[in-house]
């Protein structure tokens, strides 16, 4: 699978600690002519058949059709990607007018992930996102129109003013990503919040709005698969299901990531890469870190030998407590996805 960073955004909003810059027609070129160079030394490290590609950010929607063009082609020259299922851009609404629409399905994207984040125009402002809830749900009417079947829109919980949430029941939408706000250092939430200028629910209030999204969602047809993410039957994100299953993938662009299977390998926004090895006992930490947030849960049979035994011991008092289960997967419940990052570090190997 291909990863695809896009790092522009129209301006920040007031959450986001992402890496992302204002985009101008230089910018973009540069970026692009830099990212078709990428492709050509790298293009000997994606071994695997690719089944998905995603474009990521920043907001890649703001690329215009014939820049998302020359990557596509890129793709093509450089990929065999005629095994590829699905092909998702993440947009924000007020990109999505019915051309640009029609260009991203010539182009072959089937997917897409819209940042709706909110329906409620008080809490868009506050965000300091730049669309309206009306134009949210136009993006969506628009992408069905333009042929799209596959549309997964984000939102955030955990903020004040938590209004009904009620988007989920146009039948239009099959996938729902659903976030709850963290307030990230070094950001204009946080001075904010710092200053008392935004007072956020508390923990049990967020733990609320959290069951009364899922119970909506249920209700609506939609099913949790993983802790943020729900999806009518058959519309599971394919590429994010790769992630959390640890199958290698290449990231392109600046601050795109990638694995083989055993290396992970981030690119710096200034050009330059890192990279790190993983040991037995970081893989094994990553493989409990991704499971334990999906409904699924982790394999029996992905466990080392050297760790079933003491991970046996550990689970007992979650699994006694109702938040893990055990058959031929250690499944956290429902309760349990709430706990899962610290169940997870609660049972990890040393290095
Ligand atoms: S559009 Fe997305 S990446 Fe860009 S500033 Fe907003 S949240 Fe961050």
């Known amino acids: 699978m291909i990863y695809i960073h896009v790092p522009f955004c129209h301006r920040k909003c007031t959450y ?77 609404p007020e990109d999505l007018n019915i051309d640009y629409l029609k260009g991203l399905r010539t182009l072959g994207f089937n997917r897409l992930s819209i940042g709706v984040q909110s329906l409620d125009d008080r809490v868009l402002r506050m965000l300091n996102r730049r669309h309206t809830a009306q ?23 955990g903020l004040p003013d938590f209004s009904p949430f009620t988007f989920h029941l146009s039948p ?3 996938h729902v990503s659903a976030y ?3 307030v990230e250092p070094g950001t204009a939430l946080a001075v904010q919040v710092g200053q008392g200028r935004v007072v956020l629910p508390d923990d049990e209030e967020v733990v609320r709005q959290y069951h009364a999204l899922h119970q909506q969602l249920e209700a609506a047809g939609f099913q949790q698969y993983e802790v943020s993410n729900y999806a009518r039957p058959g519309f599971e994100s394919k590429h994010n299901s790769r992630y959390w299953d640890r199958t290698p993938y290449l990231g392109l662009g600046p601050g795109a990531h990638s694995f083989d299977g055993r290396k992970r390998r981030w690119n710096n926004p200034d050009g330059t890469f890192g990279e790190e090895t993983l040991n037995e006992a970081d893989a094994y930490n990553e493989l409990l870190m991704t499971s334990l947030r999906i409904v699924r849960g982790l394999p029996l049979a992905a466990i080392p030998e050297g760790q079933k035994e003491r991970l046996h011991r550990l689970i007992q008092p979650y699994i006694a407590c109702g938040w893990l289960t055990l058959s031929d997967y250690l499944s956290p419940t429902a309760e349990g996805l709430l706990h899962a990052d610290g169940m997870a570090a609660a049972l990890f190997a040393g290095s």
């Open 180 to 182: 709850a706000l963290t």
């Open 135 to 157: 134009q949210a749900l136009d993006a969506v009417a628009n992408a069905h129109a333009a042929g799209f079947e596959n549309i997964s829109v984000d939102f955030i919980y």
């Open 16 to 92: 986001c600690a992402f890496y992302s810059v204002r985009s101008s027609e230089f910018r973009v070129r540069s970026y692009v002519d830099a990212l078709l160079r990428e492709m050509e030394e790298r293009k000997g490290e994606q071994a695997h058949p690719i089944r998905t590609v995603y474009f990521g950010g920043g907001t890649p929607s703001i690329l215009p059709i014939d820049q998302l063009g020359r990557i596509v082609e890129g793709l093509h020259r450089c990929f065999d990607l005629s095994q590829v299922e699905e092909m998702t851009l993440e947009a924000n």
């Open 172 to 174: 239009l939408v099959t």
